[in-house]
């Protein structure tokens, strides 16, 4: 099958004043051809190549795709600014004083510096600190320092024209308090984009007024389609991840699935603890200790309660191509990757609570961060896990991944977790959209 | 009174040299040992203390924790060896009630690999509580503040 012809993300709104080329110099190597199996066989070189890096950035971080960057919450207030990426590009998230909020690039239409240098700001107006030209919140130029130049000598030439010149404009939609951006005019609407399935399980875990409990990052060294590929293998957790199997963790043995959006880019993983008696006891109360038997000295650590009634304890959800959401036993977080060149990649995780909360679930929510991020007790592996296919696969661009757990097709399977489908569906939407 | 308090004085900063040599030197068992029973071991870093969020990298209430992650790691956590090197800076007491005393000092850890890289893997504070009870010093609170966001690949040893 033919991939669609890709539109390159050369008109965004407000730009037709001053046309922006957005060169398409990126080409895949001439020689790079992906191997026979489909999207059973990866070839390594996708994770070691400039060129395949440079042309990512274009088909996908600037090409019709939706991508998170940041929580509705960090720019809640009107002036509120929030630095964040799209790939390589930098970006501002604003809100404006009539409360819309708006993504640009953070790059100043002068010289093309940044123009907020802070993660998180408050302002009336952007001032590019450079040579001062200033920008309203949505991005539009308000003024040009010295544009009349002084005692009527120098500035700039009589036709210059602010409204030609602006921060350049991003589309956004909000969604279950997540800011969505995309750089092109030919992305679909973002409920589309996600489908039916991926967007109400998001509404099942997300629409919910979101608290910001904790954020870090981890540089991990490997290329961020290792990341995106390995937070999508329901393979590896049980095999790599053993601290739930070392400490005797009960109610290991769970019922789970996999369900792949319909194009196949995004995915559900989810599981139920298989003894789930306690329907009557959490609706008298909604808080309960999970009682997970176990090894652990400390076994507050995994002190839970059941909040909702589908049996779903853990969930990962991706969304295409940097986004992940976790609910794992009651710990919420958003994890998003941003590629920080071909062999490095900058994993962030904001954890979350509902502004709903009790003290107590809040605390148990706090207490069950322990089980994932930098230093997680259960998934610290994937720091490292990931560089050692980026270093084992480094010399040898023309091998490829064999990934056949499961079968060959990317196709949803809700009787086992025993499967490498989602990986295989994210390869299905790269290949799509990089025309490989 | 002051040779008392000297001595006191000197027996928190025997625990706190301790601490981070025992670390140093591999003795990830003695780690423990440094803390009083229910004693809370904090991870964070300066943008989570800023902005009041109580979740940071590693919260650990009670010793049984800290045994959990001392376990998980031995047993359980896969990662590439690696060694510490703490370099700490002058202690300040900033506050003393009885026999706890707030103290405060700076750190940084160098991080060696196996394949003998060698980084700075963390600069910050500590934020103690000691407790001097009983001729003993030992961690009522040891909170460490990172003060980058960032983590380089995976933090498992204890800083």
């Known amino acids: 099958m033919q991939p669609p012809t890709m539109q390159t993300a050369s008109s965004c709104p407000g730009a037709s004043a001053a046309p922006i080329t957005q060169a398409s110099a990126a080409t895949p190597p001439a020689d790079f051809r992906w191997p026979e199996g489909g999207v059973a066989r990866v070839p390594f070189q996708v994770f070691s190549d400039p060129a395949i890096y440079a042309l990512e950035q274009e088909k996908i971080f600037r090409g019709p795709v939706w991508h998170y960057l940041c929580l509705e919450t960090e720019v809640r207030k009107p002036g509120d600014i929030k630095t964040s990426w799209l790939g390589d590009t930098p970006i501002i998230v604003t809100r404006d004083e009539n409360g819309a909020v708006h993504a640009m690039i953070n790059r100043c239409a002068h010289k093309g510096a940044l123009v907020c240098l802070k993660e998180r700001d408050n302002k009336p107006s952007l001032t590019c600190v450079y040579h001062s030209w200033n920008y309203a919140l949505d991005g539009k130029l308000k003024s040009v320092a010295f544009q009349d130049g002084i005692r009527g000598k120098g500035g700039m030439p009589e036709d210059f024209d602010p409204a030609r010149h602006r921060l350049e404009p ?34 099942r875990n997300m629409d919910h007024p979101l608290k910001i409990l904790g954020v870090h990052s981890q540089i991990i060294h490997n290329n961020w389609k290792l990341y995106a590929e390995n937070v ?31 194009k196949k880019w995004h995915h559900i993983s989810y599981s139920k603890r298989a003894t789930l008696q306690a329907a009557d006891e959490y609706k008298q109360a909604n808080v309960h200790a999970a009682k997970y038997g176990s090894d652990l000295d400390g076994p507050e650590l995994l002190k839970a309660w059941d909040g909702f009634d589908d049996g779903i304890t853990h969930s990962i ?28 990649t900058e994993l962030f995780w904001v954890f979350l609570g509902y502004e709903t909360d009790t003290p107590e679930q809040q605390k148990m929510r706090v207490m069950q961060g322990n089980l994932t991020g930098a230093a997680g007790l259960v998934a610290l592996e994937d720091g490292c896990i990931n560089s050692f296919v980026q270093r084992g ?44 | 009174m002051l040779m008392q308090a000297t001595a006191t004085y000197e027996k928190i900063h025997q625990l706190l040299r301790d ?30 203390l800023a902005n009041g969020y109580p979740l940071g990298i590693v919260l650990c209430e009670g010793r049984g924790m800290m ?61 103690d509580v000691v407790d001097t009870s009983g001729g003993q010093a030992s961690f009522a609170e040891r909170v460490v503040v990172i003060d980058s966001r960032t983590i380089d690949t ?3 040893y204890p800083l």
Not at chain 2, 30 to 47: G, K, L, M, V
Request: hydrophobic residues 40%; negative net charge.
């Open chain 1, 170 to 203: 991003l589309r956004v939609e909000l969604y279950c308090g997540m800011v969505f951006g995309t750089y092109s005019q030919e992305t679909e609407p973002l409920r589309d984009f996600l489908g039916e399935r991926i967007g109400a399980f998001m509404e």
């Open chain 1, 317 to 344: 959800q991706t969304v295409f191509p940097t986004l992940v959401m976790q609910l794992t036993l009651n710990s919420l977080a958003v994890r998003f990757f941003v590629p920080r060149g071909v062999d490095k």
């Open chain 2, 19 to 48: 601490y981070c040599h025992a670390l140093d030197d591999g003795e990830v068992d003695r780690w423990t040992s440094f803390f009083q029973d229910d004693a809370i071991y904090q991870i964070t870093t300066r943008e989570n």
């Open chain 2, 154 to 156: 995976l933090l498992v």
């Open chain 2, 67 to 127: 045994e959990d992650r001392i376990k998980a790691l031995k047993t359980a956590n896969i990662f590439e060896s690696h060694t510490y090197c703490h370099i700490t800076g002058p202690l300040d007491v900033v506050e003393q009630m009885e026999d706890r005393w707030a103290v405060r000092s700076n750190f940084a850890v160098y991080r060696t690999m196996y394949t003998g890289e060698a980084t700075l893997f963390a600069t910050g504070k500590y934020l």
């Open chain 1, 232 to 262: 999508r293998d329901s393979y590896h957790a049980t095999l790599l991840h053993t601290f739930y199997t070392t400490f005797k963790v009960n109610r290991l043995d769970m019922d789970g699935g996999i369900v792949l959006s319909d």
């Open chain 1, 393 to 436: 696969t480094g010399s040898s661009p023309q091998q490829s991944a064999f990934i056949e757990m499961g079968g060959r097709t990317a196709e949803s399977n809700e009787s086992s977790r025993a499967t490498e489908a989602a990986v295989r569906g994210f390869w299905h939407g790269y290949r799509e959209i990089m025309g490989f």
